[in-house]
């Protein structure tokens, strides 16, 4: 799954938190509304509209009412109906009886355009009036009435557009807003432990064992989770130990049959089928001491002494003389310095850089080199076909193989690399300047001298 696809817990909740909010206020906002207490249903701005639309001059240009549908509905819904209809030369056109507190307000109100009069609270509750000048058929007049009526669905419509743009979406984008803030402390807060756990297990390894996640700073929630996977790295490691445990008890139950074997063999008459013999006989005895080497090398540097590799490599090429020369190849050793001395184990070291001359001389055509530099690096070159890009990794592996069909079980250059490893040094493959392949062991100079 790519990260695109698995979305982060910080913006799940972030996004759910936002939407839950959301329709929590919303919730309310529309509690609100359905009670009027947002939006009123009726309301004096509806009366003055209505008014509005009906007010006319006659042949005398003296104001009236025209007995429009809409005002007559007001008469017959409103029976306690009162406005004043009043013009700039002060014609006025009154129905109901008008509250005293707006009796007198006269031509006081001309200079204003719109006003609320009064405050409609109280026990009893005092009078409230809204006034308007407005455009009529009748001309310009000043409306003034305290009575509600039912607003237009164009008014709501209105009303309900104006409170998202005032209200409902400030509040939502406030919320927003906060939300992604206090989410984002909470959560790095919260996932603390996590990063802690995360970085715990990245330093689990095969040859680093008795690893567990930490419990502490855990929420509750995750750490069933954890305990978990804490008890699946122990079983794990237990298992791991058994099979080490057992390599190692096989191996060396492995080596008296082998030597028994061997010695039977060696006592046959002569021929090619006791040559066949032998040779299969050397690779079990071979592949034995890797499987002992390596549960013996694993996390050991106790034994560590100085080593002389200059002198190390003139005996592993003197020893390996006879392989080569019955393969027919040369083997030759160039280095430039007489003595280079670092801390390590001597026997390790002498079975790493055996192993590398017997893979050389296993696939190389007519000369194997060694070569080590001041620089404590040792360089094995041999003249054979190369090793392809894919496999010069995996070659390190155990019991990887190249060609399915070579003689060797694939440990010997894994160990090569766990003793190169034990000594902080390292092993690669690559090629000389002339296009050579080019096994190449560097050790740290800090161990150099």
Request: with cysteine; proline share 4%; charged share 25%.
């Amino acid at each position: 799954m790519s990260e695109r696809e698995r979305s982060s817990l910080k913006r799940r909740l972030i996004v759910r938190l936002w939407w839950a909010q959301a329709a929590i206020q919303l919730m309310v906002i529309g509690a609100l509304l359905a009670s009027g207490q947002l939006v009123s249903f009726s309301s004096p701005e509806n009366t003055v509209e209505i008014l509005q639309e009906a007010v006319i001059r006659d042949s005398s240009h003296r104001l009236g009412l025209e007995p429009t549908p809409r005002l007559a509905r007001l008469r017959a819904e409103n029976p306690e109906l009162w406005f004043t209809v009043r013009d700039r030369q002060g014609q006025t056109l009154t129905e109901g009886r008008i509250p005293t507190e707006f009796s007198r307000v006269g031509d006081t109100l001309d200079q204003v355009g719109q006003a609320r009069l009064g405050w409609n609270i109280g026990d009893p509750p005092r009078p409230a009036a809204r006034m308007r000048w407005v455009d009529s058929r009748g001309g310009n007049v000043q409306i003034m009435t305290g009575a509600d009526s039912p607003v237009t669905w164009r008014n709501f419509g209105l009303s309900i557009l104006l409170l998202l743009r005032d209200l409902v979406v400030p509040i939502l984008g406030i919320t927003g807003l906060a939300t992604l803030l206090a989410t984002h402390v909470v959560v790095r807060r919260t996932l603390a432990g996590l990063r802690t756990a995360a970085a715990q297990a990245g330093r689990v390894d095969v040859d680093q064992r008795g690893v567990r996640l930490p419990m502490t700073d855990v929420p509750s929630e995750i750490a069933t989770l954890f305990a978990a996977v804490n008890d699946a790295l122990e079983r794990l490691d237990e298992g791991y130990a058994r099979q080490e445990r057992f390599l190692a008890d096989a191996a060396h139950e492995l080596r008296t049959p082998i030597a028994i074997l061997n010695t039977r063999i060696e006592n046959l008459p002569e021929g090619q089928e006791k040559v066949r013999l032998l040779i299969d006989v050397s690779r079990l005895a071979v592949l034995t001491r890797q499987l002992l080497d390596m549960q013996r090398m694993k996390g050991r540097n106790d034994s560590f002494a100085a080593v002389d590799l200059v002198g190390l490599a003139h005996h592993v090429v003197a020893d390996m003389a006879p392989l080569c020369i019955a393969c027919g190849c040369d083997i030759s050793l160039e280095t430039q310095i007489d003595h280079l001395v670092i801390q390590g184990d001597q026997g390790a070291l002498e079975r790493a850089l055996t192993n590398v001359v017997q893979n050389a001389i296993d696939h190389g055509k007519g000369r194997v080199q060694v070569r080590i530099s001041a620089t404590a690096i040792v360089e094995v070159i041999d003249d054979g076909p190369g090793i392809a890009m894919e496999h010069r990794e995996l070659i390190f592996k155990p019991f990887y193989r190249v060609h399915s069909a070579g003689r060797g079980a694939g440990l010997g250059l894994s160990l090569v690399r766990d003793i190169m490893e034990m000594h902080g040094g390292d092993i690669a493959v690559g090629d000389d300047p002339q296009g050579r392949t080019c096994i190449r062991m560097r050790f740290i100079r800090g161990r150099a001298r």
